[in-house]
């Protein structure tokens, strides 16, 4: 196996974006200022350093079809950075993970109407794997009670409710760490297992299409348990302020984003083959584990 290298976390993970207004002072109903949030839970590069030029080319793309200003981009990859801009921000459109809006659903604090969804690296639908070295004798049965390592951020209360069964829980099945670095965490699991605490990984689709990619590396890996199919990224219109025509409007500006130049130029970031209606049987089904009592 080659020499550890850091994951070049790219900018195309992207997977929430919010439109909020802010008042110019209390009382006032106009002028608003008009924004978007980028938030992708554990990826570094979800930064807004390094997200300058793309939050840039998001932001003309998302005001074409309505008007309402020029847009403001954050970005966040923490959850409780995410919950702290989308706060202040009032975001009334979102695109992002499901967990997030169901999230949000549940709280029901706005009306919300789900868009589109983001497929991207050609998967239409989501499924986290765990892995381990393909020499071991490991298996899901004799996991319980080993440690697991993820992405540094994650969304805890979706991968309970929503992501593992019931009876195999994080926290209580196993143990589940984060970490800041997968491609070291790959490594150690691989090439020295006497340094690595983790017994197994835990990885979300792109996380494992990306080591797919590496010959050098998947091949010595094994999947010993997959989730059930789950929902894409979505994109949802959230708060009163929405009229029909403006959702309409940004409905089928999303669905031909891969025929807009500037779009389409947003897409290949992504690696997106363009964005697609609502699987909405993955998303009920989403919606009843997260309801469930935790």
Not at 6 to 28: E, M
Not at 204 to 223: C, I, N, S, Y
Not at 240 to 249: D, M, P, Y
Not at 266 to 282: A, K, R, T
Request: proline share 8%; net charge negative; hydrophobic share 45%.
């Amino acid at each position: 196996m080659r020499a550890k290298t850091r994951i070049p976390l790219p900018l195309n993970w992207v997977l929430v974006l919010a439109l909020g207004f802010y008042l110019t002072a209390p009382g006032l109903s106009a002028p608003v200022e008009s924004g978007f949030l980028v938030v992708k839970y554990g990826d570094e590069s979800a930064s807004p350093e390094l997200a300058a030029e793309f939050l840039e080319k998001l932001a003309t793309f998302l005001g074409a079809p309505i008007d309402r200003g020029p847009l403001k981009g954050w970005i966040a990859n923490t959850p409780a950075e995410a919950a702290r801009i989308l706060r202040d921000a009032h975001p009334i459109l979102l695109l992002g993970p499901p967990g997030l809006y169901l999230e949000l659903e549940l709280q029901q604090q706005l009306p919300m109407e789900v868009l589109v969804q983001v497929p991207r690296m050609g998967a239409t639908s989501e499924r986290y794997v765990l892995v381990a070295p393909k020499k071991s004798e490991l298996s899901v049965e004799n996991l319980r009670g080993e440690l697991v390592r993820t992405v540094f951020a994650f969304d805890r209360t979706y991968l309970e409710r929503v992501v593992f069964p019931a009876s195999f829980q994080p926290g209580v099945d196993f143990q589940l760490e984060p970490s800041t670095n997968m491609a070291d965490e790959i490594f150690l699991l691989l090439e020295v297992p006497e340094e690595s605490a983790a017994s197994a990984l835990l990885l979300d689709t792109e996380l494992a299409l990306f080591f797919q990619q590496d010959d050098m590396v998947w091949p010595e890996l094994k999947v010993v348990w997959q989730s059930e199919e789950l929902p894409r990224d979505l994109v949802v219109a959230v708060g009163s302020e929405w009229t029909s025509t403006e959702i309409q409007r940004l409905k089928r500006h999303l669905l031909g984003m891969k025929d807009d130049p500037g779009g389409a130029e947003i897409l290949e970031l992504m690696s997106s083959d363009g964005l697609v209606p609502c699987n909405f049987e993955l998303l009920e089904r989403a919606r009843a584990k997260y309801r469930r009592s935790p």
